[in-house]
């Protein structure tokens, strides 16, 4: 176990709580946008974009710590600073809607890509381009 903490450190002190948040959110931010850019399945690329949105949140609520812990070391207050903590409140609920309405667009450019469908059984259509049977009239 000592050595893998003995991993993570910079130079000789290890790293502090905001640091291992930093780094992590990095990483992550790192990861969902390669995979966003990479890929051409969008529901992959919205997954990616969530990800990236996740990684980014983590640095913003990393900083948001980080007054706390400077303060603690001079004896001040540890609240976190309210403002960045607001903005990952605010940024969850983007985030929520943002993936909502890529979801429903995604659903409909999949929608329009398909070939329509025709159910031989019925004799209708199930797609709007569709052409007109042979014993039909214009």
Same mark, same amino acid.
């Given at each position: 176990?000592?050595?893998?903490?003995?991993?993570?450190? %910079?130079?000789?002190?290890?790293?502090? /709580?905001? /640091?291992?948040?930093?780094?992590?959110?990095?990483?992550?931010?790192? @990861?969902?946008?390669?995979?966003? %850019?990479?890929?051409?399945?969008?529901?992959?690329?919205? @997954?990616?974009?969530?990800?990236?949105? @996740?990684?980014?949140?983590?640095? @913003?609520?990393?900083?948001?710590?980080?007054?706390? !812990?400077?303060?603690?070391?001079?004896?001040?207050?540890?609240?976190?600073?309210?403002?960045?903590?607001?903005?990952?409140?605010?940024? %969850?609920?983007?985030?929520?809607?943002?993936?909502?309405? +890529?979801?429903?667009?995604?659903?409909?450019? !999949?929608?329009? /890509?398909?070939?329509?469908?025709?159910? &031989?059984?019925?004799?209708?259509?199930? +797609?709007?381009?569709?052409?007109?049977?042979?014993? !039909?009239? &214009?």
């Amino acid at each position: 176990m000592m050595l893998a903490l003995g991993l993570f450190t %910079l130079g000789e002190a290890p790293l502090t /709580q905001v /640091q291992w948040y930093l780094m992590l959110g990095s990483a992550i931010t790192v @990861i969902g946008a390669v995979r966003m %850019l990479l890929t051409r399945d969008l529901v992959a690329r919205l @997954i990616g974009m969530n990800v990236t949105s @996740i990684g980014s949140l983590m640095i @913003i609520l990393a900083l948001a710590a980080r007054p706390r !812990e400077a303060a603690s070391f001079a004896g001040g207050s540890s609240a976190n600073d309210p403002v960045l903590t607001a903005l990952v409140i605010t940024g %969850l609920v983007i985030t929520v809607a943002f993936t909502g309405l +890529g979801a429903v667009l995604i659903r409909r450019i !999949e929608g329009i /890509q398909e070939p329509a469908h025709r159910d &031989p059984a019925a004799g209708s259509d199930t +797609g709007s381009g569709a052409e007109p049977d042979a014993g !039909e009239e &214009p």
